[in-house]
């Protein structure tokens, strides 16, 4: 397929505050962006040029989205890989169904890290309160965390495991669902390389960001990270492999843990990414103009930093400091127009930079 020209349709699955900053980048390159999303009031339909309301398994609503755009995608890994595989048949889905149906399972993230040789935690699957009671603190050693192998974000569906004591609660967390149960890495820094990969298979990444979270949700991403070169040399390999190995078309984020002088592949994102927003301001060309670059089949951008930069997260009211940010030089804010703030939800972020130092 030919790169498509200005004037033509992006259909994106979901329609929060991603999918609206996908489509603010689609616009300045001529391109309009059709929305398909459950919630009616999502932040995404203010700045669409259409948009449609149905659920994700709704199959006639899924027929007359693919008739109204020219390519699809998606704004966050939770879309069911079904809706994904239907549309495959109708439209070009980039990224499509083998990425999701990868990232959507912590097992097969886990497993696709160590296929190549990456490093991960330790971990093991762990399906009934049976399983859990054997494993935990044999197999895996305490301190654990177990998680649902599926679903889950920012913290949910994950809980901690410090004794056997725990056990019980830990599960009843997961609520009967499929789990993996993962040692603690000893880390000294978190980090993501934000890539990207082309229809034709050509690859560009940004250099890695330096993540602090709070309460498990991202905090600040700052750039340049503190990091070996060596290992940023390392991360961004496993990024690229990653990336080919999923025959992936989009943006691509990969979280690592960075240990003493070695990188532990932490999750997989097939999106553009919370750690990347920070490209909004501080290059030419963000993650989200890439990702639709990337989709839509033109060649990918630059992906040189022009300034140093920490992104910071505006949870629930914070956001209401807008004017007092809006004030500031060097600040670049955004906010993702959702009506209702509530505490730990994700209202916005800002950008601070200053001028590169290296």
Not at 102 to 111: I, S
Not at 167 to 181: E, G, H, S, T, Y
Not at 233 to 245: C, F, G, K, P
Request: net charge negative; hydrophobic share 45%.
């Amino acid at each position: 397929m030919s790169a498509l020209p200005p004037g033509s349709v992006i259909g994106i699955l979901g329609g929060g505050q991603l999918a609206r900053m996908l489509v603010l980048a689609a616009a300045p390159l001529g391109l309009k962006c059709h929305i398909f999303a459950p919630e009616t009031d999502s932040p995404a339909f203010q700045v669409s040029a259409s948009h449609m309301v149905a659920q994700y398994t709704d199959e006639s609503a899924l027929l007359e989205f693919a008739a109204e755009v020219d390519v699809v995608t998606y704004e966050f890994e939770n879309v069911p890989v079904a809706a994904v595989e239907f549309l495959e048949k109708l439209k070009p889905v980039r990224p499509g169904s083998k990425a999701l149906s990868v990232a959507q399972d912590r097992l097969k993230e886990k497993w696709l890290a160590r296929d190549m040789g990456a490093m991960t935690a330790d971990f093991t699957s762990v399906d009934s309160l049976e399983e859990l009671r054997k494993r935990a603190g044999l197999m895996i050693e305490y301190p654990s965390i177990l998680k649902t192998t599926r679903l889950g974000y920012d913290g949910k569906g994950q809980a901690k495991l410090h004794s056997e004591s725990d056990i019980d609660a830990a599960w009843a967390v997961m609520k009967n669902q499929p789990a993996i149960l993962e040692g603690f890495v000893h880390f000294d820094r978190e980090i993501s390389v934000i890539c990207a990969r082309g229809v034709d298979g050509a690859f560009a990444a940004y250099e890695p960001t330096e993540n602090v979270h709070r309460n498990h949700i991202l905090h600040t991403s700052t750039v340049p990270a503190v990091l070996d070169v060596e290992l940023a040399i390392e991360a961004v390999y496993l990024a690229q492999r990653m990336a080919d190995t999923l025959e992936y078309v989009g943006v691509l984020a990969v979280e690592f843990f960075v240990g003493a002088h070695s990188l532990y592949v932490n999750e997989i994102a097939p999106r553009v990414h919370n750690s990347g927003h920070w490209t909004q301001d501080a290059c030419v060309v963000s993650q989200f103009e890439q990702h639709i670059r990337s989709v839509a089949g033109w060649p990918l951008g630059a992906t040189f930093r022009h300034s140093d930069v920490v992104m910071t997260n505006l949870l629930g009211d914070e956001a209401d400091a807008w004017e007092k940010l809006a004030n500031q030089p060097n600040l670049g804010l955004h906010l993702y127009g959702k009506a209702e703030s509530r505490p730990g939800r994700k209202m916005g972020h800002y950008n601070r930079i200053t001028p590169r130092q290296g």
